[in-house]
């Protein structure tokens, strides 16, 4: 059984900084293709980030440059840490895994997900 808890949330104005933490059981994260997801209200699932269990990561457009993603194997944990936050990034963030391989990309099927950690950002 997969077990995520995302944590790092708050609220900051533009221009500032977050940094979000996904860790967990009954996965490692050096081999789990884990995927950092948001939804803000009113709005679909957007993929934020994803890991793929290559070690790789890719990045939707519109955090491109200002999000990275960073990992602690010792604690099983992956980071999302977020720069130059804008309004439009207010949204609840939760990170996803799955088993494998990443095919599919954001439209992948994750089978475990985190509750979600809200994000929000004021002009």
């Known amino acids: 059984q997969v077990l995520l808890l995302d944590s790092g949330g708050g609220s900051v104005q533009a221009g500032g900084s977050l940094r979000l933490s996904c860790t967990g059981s009954?996965?490692?994260?050096?081999?789990?293709?884990v995927g950092w997801f948001r939804q803000a209200p009113g709005k679909e699932r957007e993929g934020v980030a994803l890991?793929?269990?290559?070690?790789?990561?890719v990045f939707a457009d519109s955090v491109k440059g200002r999000f990275t993603v960073s990992q602690d194997n010792a604690k099983n944990t992956l980071y999302l840490q977020m720069n130059s936050l804008q309004p439009e990034d207010t949204a609840i963030y939760y990170c996803?895994?799955?088993?494998?391989?990443?095919?599919?990309?954001?439209?992948?099927?994750?089978?475990?997900r985190g509750q979600g950690t809200q994000v929000t950002v004021s002009s």
């Open positions: 009954g996965y490692t994260v050096t081999s789990a293709c």
């Open positions: 996803a895994v799955r088993y494998g391989s990443c095919s599919g990309g954001f439209e992948a099927v994750f089978a475990y």
């Open positions: 890991k793929y269990s290559e070690g790789n990561t």
